[in-house]
């Protein structure tokens, strides 16, 4: 059986037809020239939070509601305290945090203003002398 050579849309010729796209027949020269490009995917959205931190988070938001009930008061006492406790220090910081993050024994109920003078005001050195931070 002879394939016969047909009309070609791209170069206006008769030749040998390798696709038919939208009711137009197209040679395989033209047709590498002007096939559509495929769209493209959008990349997956990558989490934010690995799912054994929103674990690990959720167990923490527990955790901390309880040991605030449990120490309504600030346990640091800076001077200018604000005495009722609404935040939880940890006492590791950097790559030691993640290993401590849920253990309650490493943490101390703060007033806010003596958690930002923990965080933005004092040194590591005074930090480690009032007990506020461990040493690594």
């Known amino acids: 059986m002879e394939i016969k050579k047909k009309f070609c849309w791209g170069c206006e010729d008769f030749q040998y037809i390798f696709k038919n796209y939208e009711g137009r027949k197209y040679c395989k020269t033209c047709w590498n020239r002007i096939k559509p490009k495929k769209e493209a995917k959008p990349p997956a959205p990558i989490n934010k939070v690995s799912d054994k931190k929103k674990e ?7 955790l901390r509601l309880k040991f605030l009930l449990q120490n309504p008061y ?33 943490w101390k109920s703060t ?9 933005d005001v004092l040194s590591n050195e005074e930090l480690i002398e009032l007990g506020l931070r461990l040493k690594e």
Do not use: W
């Not at 690990?56 to 527990?62: A, F, G, L, P, T």
């Not at 007033?111 to 965080?119: G, V, W």
């Open 56 to 62: 690990q988070d959720k167990e923490y938001k527990i």
């Open 74 to 106: 600030c346990q640091v006492k800076l001077p200018g305290c604000l005495i009722n406790s609404t935040d939880i220090h940890h006492l590791f910081f950097g790559a030691d945090r993640s290993s401590h993050y849920i253990d309650d024994k490493t």
């Open 111 to 119: 007033c806010r203003y003596c958690h930002h003078m923990i965080h």
